[in-house]
């Protein structure tokens, strides 16, 4: 059974597909972000929270999109640095993310003929993996979810959790 936080990384992740499909040129851009998540103001419950998408503080998606993988490379590489480190604290204040989310394409090896497939991949701070997977002539992508993923299965998601404990250390 997904918790409540599961459940709202996975509605974010259906509406970043939904999104691309509407705004951008087939399959959509390659682009790292978060998903953050603060208080709702004036809000009657004081726990209410609002959950939200925002770029990630990298030049990476300034870059030519050609390898998916090499800009993720690159942006880890950069929010790695103390600097952008300290930047990402002092800045979120209250609010707190939940989960970095790499958007990219690829060509399907599984469909002939080939296929351009639009990946969004996240990983949240307690390390539980989540891919949705969209073909072009599909109404919508399809999430898998999985809380123990292996090292090594997804160089996407080896690259995601250590940013998703870089700012929740013991998560």
């Keep these: 059974m997904l918790t409540p936080r599961q459940q709202a990384i ?13 705004a951008y040129p087939w ?5 790292l972000a978060v998903l ?3 208080p709702v103001p004036g ?13 990630a503080p ?9 390898d998916a993988v090499a ?7 950069e929010l ?21 989310v790499f958007m990219h394409a690829a060509v399907s090896d599984a469909v002939d003929p080939h296929q351009m ?24 992508g399809l999430i898998a979810v999985d809380e123990a993923p292996e090292t090594g299965a997804s160089e996407v998601l080896d690259l995601l959790l250590p940013l998703a404990r870089m700012l929740h250390p013991g998560a």
């Design 10 to 22: 996975l509605y974010c992740l259906h509406g970043m597909d939904q999104h691309a499909h509407r």
């Design 117 to 140: 497939v639009r990946y969004i991949e996240a990983v949240d701070a307690a390390g539980t993996a989540y891919v949705l997977t969209r073909f072009r002539d599909q109404p919508e």
């Design 27 to 31: 399959p959509g851009p390659t682009l």
């Design 36 to 38: 953050r998540e603060a």
């Design 80 to 100: 790695h640095s103390p600097v952008v480190q300290a930047n990402l604290v002092t800045a979120t204040g209250p609010i707190r993310i939940l989960a970095w």
């Design 71 to 77: 800009v993720l490379r690159h942006a880890a590489a």
């Design 58 to 66: 990298t030049t990476a998606s300034d870059e030519a999109n050609t």
């Design 43 to 55: 809000h009657p419950d004081p726990t209410a929270r609002h959950v939200s998408v925002a770029t």
